[in-house]
Nanobody
Framework: QVQLVESGGGLVQAGGSLRLSCSAS????????MGWYRQPPGKQRELVGT???????NYADSVKGRFTISRDNAKNMMYLQMNSLKPEDTAVYYC?????????WGQGTQVTVSS
């Protein structure tokens, strides 16, 4: 059974930083293209960025240059380093495969950026 657990969210002022973690069981993150997603209040979930099997990363234009995805294969974990946060980054953040597997969605972690 696959379980993805996000953590590390919180309340931060604009311009601040947070590092989110995604802990995985039942799936090897290193052999899948994985993504970080977010769902802002009242909006649809969107893909923030991806990390491919061999480590190539891609980002949405809205976060490019501010967010960085990394992976620790030994720990089977994935991370999202978020810098220069903006109020519009406020959302619940999730990790999942790309495309997202319906059965893998976790509870997410709330990120709130105050202005």
């Amino acid at each position: 059974q696959v379980q993805l657990v996000e953590s590390g969210g919180g309340l931060v002022q604009a311009g601040g930083s947070l590092r989110l973690s995604c802990s995985a069981s039942g799936i090897f993150l290193s052999i899948r293209t994985m993504g970080w997603y977010r769902q802002p209040p009242g909006k649809q979930r969107e893909l923030v960025g991806t990390i491919a099997r061999f480590g190539t990363t891609n980002y949405a234009d809205s976060v490019k240059g501010r967010f960085t995805i990394s992976r620790d294969n030994a720990k089977n974990m994935m991370y999202l380093q978020m810098n220069s946060l903006k109020p519009e980054d406020t959302a619940v953040y999730y990790c999942n495969t790309v495309p997202g597997d319906f059965g893998y969605w976790g509870q997410g972690t709330q990120v709130t950026v105050s202005s």
